[in-house]
């Protein structure tokens, strides 16, 4: 069973940052996809960006050129520095695990941009 734990989250204005990080716990976690995901109040969980076991990214249209997702393999942690923050941003963001079929989700972690 694999565990995800978000961390910082948090009340940031409007262009300013933050890093989001999340610890997995297992093994192998350099063979994994990774990815972070955001859902707003009454819309859809949406993909915001997402890293391969070969390093390889993409990210959401909205988010390009602000967003940067990394992963530490050593440390079992993928990162999502969020710069030039909007409001729009606020949501939830969740991280994800994908391996083949299996994908586990963590429990979320609340950003909220606003003056």
């Known amino acids: 069973q694999v565990q995800l734990v978000e961390s910082g989250g948090g009340l940031v204005q409007p262009g300013g940052s933050l890093r989001l990080s999340c610890a997995a716990s297992?093994?192998?976690?350099?063979?994994?996809?990774m990815a972070w995901y955001r859902q707003a109040p009454g819309k859809q969980r949406e993909l915001v960006a997402g890293i391969t076991s070969a390093d390889s990214t993409n990210y959401a249209d909205s988010v390009k050129g602000r967003f940067t997702i990394s992963r530490d393999n050593a440390k079992k942690t993928v990162y999502l520095q969020m710069d030039s923050l909007k409001s729009e941003d606020t949501a939830v963001y969740y991280c994800?695990?994908?391996?083949?079929?299996?994908?586990?989700w963590g429990q979320g972690t609340q950003v909220t941009v606003a003056s």
């Open positions: 994800n695990l994908r391996y083949r079929s299996f994908s586990s």
């Open positions: 297992g093994s192998r976690f350099s063979i994994v996809d």
